[in-house]
DNA sequence: ACGCGATAAATCGTACATTGTTTATAGGAA
DNA sequence: TTCCTATAAACAATGTACGATTTATCGCGT
């Protein structure tokens, strides 16, 4: 059904681990900003991911310089950097607003990932060391241990997971990608407050996917990785729909 | 050797052909900051991408201010936004540089676009109409009219080539990826003042795709666009490259 | 030649002025 | 009375100016 290959053009020198913390991927680039800037873009950016502000909330410079004790101007480029991020949108002359993370952004962010991360993968199984598959047991294990009794320990663990896996990138913006799908997928979770379906599933295709990776078999953990963000792609939105059709009847 | 099936998750509206004009596809949202600093951010925007500030170039804010007459407030915001879409860097306390397009970041991009495109352009030969078949006769008649004579041209025309093809977009973050591609394949040609190689290939390559898109033969018009993509992106890198060795030798 | 201190420059944060938007209120007509 | 409109006042975004802090540069002394 799916099926991605990966391109690649010119050659490449292997990502350092270190540039891939359990941290976001340096945004492009660091933080950037100074320190008042960065620490209002991380505070403001975790408040909006979180739901502690509201989808289409407004957010009024002055107000949020007041809370945070500083003056305005450091919270400007927070909100620049937002909005840069996609996560705050701007009308001229009127401010900024929470972007609410809808179902057409998430759907989009899915399908990105259809494309990108089985490309990863690739790389990954081409790449990956003795050390590495030892960590992805070692973090599977913990998923089974904890066996979804704990969501948010699920969700850290599941995040490790794939960081393991996408560490080892061949491409920057690739991965970033797909750390910006981790995100979104982090803030619907929050909103939606969800209990995951496809528990079986889920350990069923990490378990073959490890399988795959011992066996240096690219082709299928590629096409695997691409059933599996389809296939929660899918289980989300549809989660996503319902919870609106609650709301709305 | 490539092959990129689309994947949809989730129903969707189609596109307005209105939200893609020849300009940006409203990075994320429209301009969004105000007048202001949305006008010094395309200014000095194109000043990067037309190599009028070369790689490395301190952004001094101070006389950014001064020269496009304003105070320094609008030109941080500007270089904030810039800082997002990657044309700029910043480190703490030491200001903003004109980001290098290097050989690395073109690679992503393009190893992007080959993961991308395809599927753009599986959801376009679904979709077209008569109407958006006969924009893009009539282009390629333009662009074989011109045959390369003023290579400005060409790449105008090109642009609105596949800008009619990705206007119909089943996925608005993929377009505006396509659409960076774009801008930093523009930056490129400028900085190293391409002579396009291939040309009897592009035109051909086009044509075929133009027999596809009527055919109504997503598959083999996908496959001929990863392949337009990988080609493109290893014939600019290796022009970098021999730039590049060229000015250190 | 090399480290060290003074000076210059530019970022970063704060305070303020201006401009545009929203809201509340008063007045008038149906 | 009720609804609409016009006007004014509060509110908040945007632009300007300035001071504080950090960084870079240059020259001096050893």
Request: proline residues 2%.
């Amino acid at each position: 059904m799916i099926s991605v290959k990966m391109c690649m053009i010119g050659e490449r020198a292997l990502a350092e681990t270190s540039d891939f913390k359990a941290e976001p991927p340096e945004g492009i680039d660091a933080l950037g900003a100074s320190s008042e800037g960065a620490s209002l873009y991380q505070l403001i950016r975790e408040d909006i991911i979180e739901g502690r502000l509201a989808a289409n909330e407004r957010l009024v410079v002055t107000d949020l310089a007041r809370r945070h004790g500083t003056s305005t101007n450091p919270v400007r480029e927070a909100l620049q950097l937002l909005r840069g991020e996609g996560f705050v949108t701007f009308v001229p002359n009127r401010g900024a607003r929470v972007r609410p993370i809808d179902q057409d952004f998430v759907r989009d962010i899915y399908e990105i990932g259809v494309l990108i991360e089985p490309a990863l993968t690739r790389w990954f199984v081409n790449m990956a060391t003795v050390e590495d598959i030892a960590e992805l047991e070692r973090i599977q294990g913990l998923i089974e241990e904890n066996n979804f009794a704990d969501t948010f320990r699920h969700s850290e663990l599941d995040t490790a997971f794939h960081t393991v896996m996408y560490q080892r990138h061949y491409n920057r913006h690739a991965a970033e990608l797909w750390w910006k799908h981790r995100e979104v997928l982090r803030a619907v979770s929050r909103r939606f407050n969800f209990t995951l379906a496809r528990r079986a599933a889920i350990i069923r295709e990490h378990r073959e996917l490890i399988a795959h990776v011992k066996a240096g078999n690219a082709d299928e953990a590629a096409e695997l990785i691409a059933r599996h963000v389809e296939g929660s792609g899918r289980h989300v939105l549809e989660h996503m729909r319902a919870r609106n059709a609650a709301r709305a009847g």
